[in-house]
């Protein structure tokens, strides 16, 4: 329990796994509970989180350049094996241990070739494999910055490890593969759809999607072949794309966004239904299966039961153009915006109820949980409200309350809720 805050928190924790309240029977500890929150003006609300709660209401931890970031551009994110996270940035590549940033650099790394980092990949075998902005891709491992040679273009747009350990390489003239020391390349004289890799992912059944200027290629065993989704996307510049949980694809050719599931396109988004006009530049879905939309200008966006939401400036993002994002395991994820850093955005685990999610006044005074798994709030001045499922509902004395000044509340056997008022009594 907090004191002096005039708000409710609410836990994300379940009250079943204490169904005595720790030993203390219900109705006792709900008495108990009131009458301490007459002090307090707040209380810890067991139960569980609204179905989809606000964007807003993310924790954000934001690191740029005075944190140690080397330049705040930040144009790819990874975690490696060993837990770092890793950060390629204009200026360098930079490796968090979520204090603490080390910056790798040509002049204290030999072998690097450039500063100018475009893409990070950590490797399953604990190298990283570094793609620079024009002068091809290094692999790291023992300290040691390693180059790769016989690239068909020195400028590196994306790189993805494959389930059998080979590297895909996307550059800006076409699709490299390294299979232990040796590399061999895909165009569109082979089948892809465009000579310019933009993005690469492995879906759970270890095919590989190449997006590509040209629209989307699906590499099976290495090797690109038609697929039904082909024809709806030649000629769409493919910038992004993820693997949902599902193993259905999510993609954007900038200002349209495509759902694929069974190879087939099974929903469009276009600019006449999505809340933003600005083009879309990553992709990655949380590990609750939202879907988060980076945006060039317009922050984030998160797509959940079909409905959107927004996540900008407004809401503490240190700028609106993002370049990448990179979910974790915890659900959390990482965003890589254009000159406004890195930040972690994460759900809250426990979450606060008061005036802005409808609570008819944050002074509240007494709190209950009913058998029914609603939370009832009184207020002093402002009636009793009841809170279920991430809505609430007022009772005033316009709908029976003796007074709008309630200091207490308690449930009967029958689930009946009392309310003890100033000068009005109980009220049942």
Not at 264 to 287: A, C, R
Request: net charge neutral; proline share 4%.
């Amino acid at each position: 329990m907090w004191t002096q805050r005039r708000s409710i928190a609410v836990s994300a924790a379940s009250h079943e796994n204490c169904p005595s309240t720790c030993g203390v029977p219900r109705a006792l500890f709900s008495t108990l509970f009131a009458l301490v929150a007459l002090g307090c003006k707040v209380a810890l609300l067991l139960g569980a989180p609204p179905p989809n709660r606000a964007t807003a209401d993310l924790l954000r931890d934001s690191y740029g350049t005075s944190e140690g970031l080397p330049q705040s551009t930040v144009r790819s994110l990874t975690r490696t094996t060993d837990g770092y996270v890793l950060a390629a940035t204009q200026a360098r590549m930079s490796r968090f241990d979520g204090v603490r940033f080390r910056n790798f650099q040509m002049r204290n790394s030999p072998g690097l070739p450039q500063d100018n980092i475009h893409v990070v990949a950590a490797g399953r075998d604990g190298s990283l494999w570094v793609g620079t902005y024009t002068q091809g891709v290094v692999r790291y491992r023992h300290d040691i910055f390693e180059p790769i040679h016989g690239l068909s273009n020195m400028a590196i747009n994306a790189i993805v490890e494959d389930r059998e350990g080979a590297i895909w390489i996307g550059t800006a003239h076409g699709l490299n593969v390294w299979r232990g020391g040796a590399i061999s390349s895909l165009s569109v004289a082979d089948g892809l759809a465009g000579n310019t890799i933009l993005a690469l992912a492995e879906d759970f059944q270890g095919r590989l999607w190449v997006a590509t200027d040209g629209g989307l290629s699906l590499l099976d065993h290495g090797k690109p072949r038609p697929f039904a989704a082909s024809a709806a996307l030649a000629g769409h510049a493919v910038v992004c794309l993820t693997v949902a949980h599902d193993n259905s694809i999510w993609l954007s050719s900038g200002r349209l966004l495509f759902h694929i599931q069974d190879e087939k396109v099974v929903k469009q988004y276009g600019p006449e239904n999505l809340p933003t006009q600005n083009p879309i530049t990553s992709l990655v879905e949380d590990t609750r299966g939202a879907l988060w939309i980076g945006t060039w200008g317009d922050g984030l966006l998160r797509l959940r039961d079909r409905s959107f939401a927004h996540y900008g400036t407004a809401e503490g993002l240190p700028n609106g153009t993002i370049h990448c994002l990179l979910a974790e395991k915890d659900g959390s994820f990482w965003v890589g915006t254009n000159a406004g850093g890195m930040s972690r955005l994460r759900p809250r685990e426990i979450f606060q109820i008061g005036s802005p999610e409808g609570l008819s006044d944050s002074d509240a005074d007494a709190v209950l949980e009913a058998q029914d798994g609603s939370v009832w709030i009184a207020t002093q001045g402002r009636g009793l409200n009841r809170y279920r499922d991430g809505h609430i509902r007022t009772y005033m004395s316009s709908d029976g309350l003796a007074t709008n000044v309630v200091l207490a509340i308690a449930e009967g056997h029958h689930g009946t809720i009392w309310a003890g008022t100033t000068e009005g009594g109980l009220t049942g």
